[in-house]
């Protein structure tokens, strides 16, 4: 019978608070970055109208997956640094309300800026000589990575040209994959 007791107690005393307790290895990270991947994709037809766009115009692409270990946060900002033709273009989207575990962002180039800073060259993926995502919250670095393995920050010694890496609403790839990607905070004038 007192084991029976010890049971109950462990069972549904003891387990559930258990299962609150976070427990996190030394050193392990609130945030950290999992992957990046750059592609290059067309404008999406939405099948309105008369226009279609050019066969060449494609968007570069750059998504990544990063890993949230508190339950939710309520905002983060990632900043972008996109290595193309000799210029670093850079650019950030915040975040909010983000659930803990696996997430995603994504940045684009568009077509026309490609083909400013590319020389109206035929784009490969290759193209892109490195890319770094930085997650930072409150101001402080939380995670860094880049496409290439190379030392950190190699980004800092170069100037920035700010305008050209456009988040997801700025896009017309604004309705597509609401799912897929954590809220982007909604500008306030």
Do not use: C
Not at 70 to 94: M, N, Q
Request: net charge positive; proline share 6%.
């Amino acid at each position: 019978m007192r084991r029976t007791v010890w049971i109950w107690i462990f069972a549904f005393v003891l387990l559930p608070l258990l299962s609150f307790a976070q427990v996190r290895a030394p050193g392990a990270r609130e945030f950290q970055i999992t992957k990046i991947t750059r592609n290059l994709i067309p404008t999406p037809d939405y099948g309105i109208g008369a226009y279609r766009g050019g066969t060449n115009n494609r968007w570069l692409e750059v998504e990544v997956e990063f890993n949230a270990a508190p339950e939710w946060t309520d905002e983060l900002t990632l900043k972008y640094y996109v290595l193309f033709s000799g210029r670093l273009l850079t650019g950030e989207v915040t975040h909010v309300n983000i659930l803990g575990g696996p997430n995603r962002s994504v940045m684009y180039v568009a077509p026309v800026a490609l083909a400013r800073f590319g020389g109206n060259r035929t784009l490969l993926p290759n193209a892109f000589q490195n890319i770094a995502v930085q997650i930072v919250q409150n101001g402080t670095v939380k995670d860094e990575s880049s496409l290439t393995h190379t030392t950190g920050q190699w980004f800092a010694a170069l100037s920035p040209v700010s305008g050209f890496v456009l988040n997801k609403n700025e896009t017309p790839f604004a309705p597509l994959y609401w799912d897929r990607y954590a809220q982007i905070k909604t500008p306030t004038h």
